[in-house]
């Protein structure tokens, strides 16, 4: 089976963007492609149609190579929830909950026969998989157990290419120092080299170049110059990197930058909308006026309550909707609005009952079975009989205590709730911005408060805009990314 192996000097050198660019640049070419990630760490996941939880960014490498996602794209997920533990999902399913030194003693093994058996699957209908790494391949006290980077990149044989982030400083450094840590079977694994990131005149980075590649003998293959386009981050820390090149924006919604805030990639779809402007804040930052704010999903809803409540940010929140804001929940953000929550078993840490926030009138018990499943309904608001999709990843089991009190949003009543003023928002649905006409229409009674025209609402869903995103990058990449120097 062919193969490439895309890695990375260091955590966020742009290994998930390149390998999505190449996912599609294949593609173009007739090769059937399937992306694909041993082992991810992070809490930004999709729900495949299978029912099975992936890294969302090896969906978006799927879509970029024009097949749809599969749980063998991602064998092993772990989704971090605090106090040194993570949830260990395997092959799409909750396998278990422990600590880093537990995992590898339990599960290394498991793992790695999942790997396989996933690649074994994979090379029997596609042409070539193309595999992205995680944080550094160098990293020599995790070399023994990294599921991710050279390991996986040796057993395929995989022609690999080692990427860089000019924009963070020392990249020379970063690639001199991470090849001379690498194996000798591993380095020879390594046939080209991307500085990403690139800003400024590239004449001035020549010399370094060409002195680069005489020291490593490994060609640099392209250097890719810094890309505004909005791709899909793969953990929270990108939200400290973003920069907002946006002018003359209407509406301000606010998103709860929770500690363990989950799946936040539901809010690209209104980051892209050029009347928006998104602003992520802290616990402890000052909630201010915005047009609306968003309570995301998190995947330990109880301590992030708990957090909101002690920073202040609960009272902030309530002050705020009963002033005549908006506030809207999604998932563990859902969850929070309601009167109570109730973890039993502990699932979530201590065991116990928690007062939520008391906007929607709500209780949540937290179950050791996950939900996660795609999903197609009918919404109510804000308009009524319109169809939307997206998908469920969740533990809460969510009941109404007054009904009299609040609307369903969607024909399956369970799944999200607004109250009588609609200034109060919650449901489940994963995905519910992607949908264009219910995204325009929630917009507009946001640019109806403030006096603002009505955005149209026949658009197309955010699916075809993430469409013309993914050729934009890979336009992009494309033109600066010579693999014909690596691979025919």
């Not at 001035?204 to 505004?228: A, F, H, M, Q, Y």
């Not at 408060?449 to 993430?466: D, I, M, W």
Request: aromatic share 8%; hydrophobic share 40%; glycine share 8%.
């Amino acid at each position: 089976m062919k193969a490439i192996t895309v890695v990375g000097t260091t955590s966020h050198a742009g290994k998930s963007l390149i390998t999505a660019a190449i996912c599609r640049i294949l593609s173009r070419r007739g090769w059937r492609v399937s992306p694909f990630k041993g082992q991810n760490m992070a809490l930004n996941s999709y729900v495949t149609s299978s029912g099975g939880e992936i890294g969302y960014a090896q969906a978006v490498q799927a879509w970029a190579a024009g097949v749809t996602p599969a749980v063998e794209m991602n064998p092993i997920l772990l989704k971090p929830q605090g106090n040194m533990t993570s949830q260990v999902i395997l092959k799409g399913k909750v396998l278990d909950t422990v600590g880093a030194i537990d995992y590898y003693q339990k599960y290394f093994n498991i793992g790695w026969q999942a790997i396989k058996e996933c690649l074994q699957l994979l090379s029997q209908e596609f042409d070539i998989i193309v595999c992205e790494g995680a944080g550094s391949p160098a990293e020599i006290n995790l070399k023994h157990r990294d599921l991710t980077n050279m390991r996986v990149a040796k057993y395929l044989n995989a022609t690999t290419i080692l990427v860089v982030d000019i924009d963070r400083g020392g990249a020379f450094a970063h690639i001199i120092g991470t090849l001379e840590l690498l194996d000798p079977e591993e380095r020879s694994l390594i046939k080209g080299i991307v500085i990403n990131k690139f800003r400024g005149q590239r004449s001035l980075l020549d010399s370094g170049i060409e002195w680069l590649e005489k020291r490593t003998n490994i060609p640099v293959i392209g250097v890719i110059p810094w890309i505004d386009e909005v791709f899909p981050a793969e953990d929270s820390l990108s939200l400290l990197d973003q920069r907002s090149t946006k002018s003359n924006t209407e509406i301000i919604i606010a998103i709860i930058k929770l500690p363990r805030i989950s799946n936040f990639t539901d809010f690209d779809p209104l980051d892209a909308e050029s009347s928006v402007k998104i602003k992520y804040l802290n616990p402890n930052d000052d909630l201010g006026y915005p047009d609306a704010v968003i309570i995301p999903g998190s995947k330990t809803t109880i301590s992030d309550l708990l957090i909101l409540q002690k920073s202040g940010m609960a009272t902030a929140l309530k002050d705020y909707q009963a002033a005549g804001g908006t506030v809207m929940g999604i998932c563990g953000g859902f969850q929070m609005l309601g009167e109570v929550l109730i973890d039993a078993q502990g699932l979530e840490g201590q065991k116990g009952e928690y007062q939520g926030l008391g906007l929607l009138p709500l209780k949540t018990v937290i179950a050791a079975q996950k939900i996660s499943r795609q999903r197609q309904v009918i919404a109510n608001y804000p308009l009524a009989n319109l169809p939307v999709i997206g998908y469920e990843i969740h533990q809460g089991r969510t009941k109404i205590t007054k009904p009299d009190m609040v609307n369903p949003l969607f024909n399956d009543r369970d799944l999200g709730f607004i109250n009588n003023n609609q200034s109060v928002w919650g449901n489940y649905l994963h995905g519910i911005f992607d949908n264009s006409p219910w995204r325009r229409s929630w917009l507009n009674l946001l640019r109806k408060k403030r006096g603002l025209e009505g955005l149209p609402t026949g658009v197309a869903n955010y699916r075809e805009q993430r469409e013309i995103m993914l050729d934009s990058v890979t336009d992009q990449v494309n033109r600066h990314l010579n693999l014909k120097l690596i691979f025919n």
